[in-house]
Nanobody
């Protein structure tokens, strides 16, 4: 299983970025995909999660209303649209696969993509 994130970068406060997570080699049809982030000196935290079937999503309180997770199953890709970015959103963002609804027990991870908000 391979996860490849892209779309990170530097942006001013109030700006937007869209992250992508492309998955390959995973054969299950029902699963959760999640975005996490880790800021310097802090633990990794769950940001958003989406189920592979239907439209179930969940967000951390800190990003609710600003971030949107979506998926394109035909492309095996999950997106994280981030709007109204704040300096406190600065972190390395990771996608995770094959875990739980509450951002626990994820078995597969991408390499991460840096998001810097100034």
């Amino acid at each position: 299983v391979q996860l490849v994130e892209s779309g990170g970068g530097s942006v001013q406060a109030g700006g937007s970025l869209r992250l992508s997570c492309a998955a390959s080699g995973y054969t299950r049809s029902t699963y959760f995909v999640a975005w996490f982030r880790q800021a310097p000196g802090k633990e990794r935290e769950g940001v958003a999660v989406i189920h592979s079937q239907g439209h179930y999503t969940r967000y951390a309180d800190s990003v609710e209303g600003r971030f949107t997770i979506s998926r394109d199953n035909a492309k095996n890709t999950v997106y994280l649209q981030m709007n109204s970015l704040k300096p406190e959103d600065t972190a390395v963002y990771y996608c995770g696969l094959d875990g739980g609804l509450s951002w626990v027990d994820y078995n597969y991870w991408g390499q991460g993509t840096q998001v810097t908000v100034s």
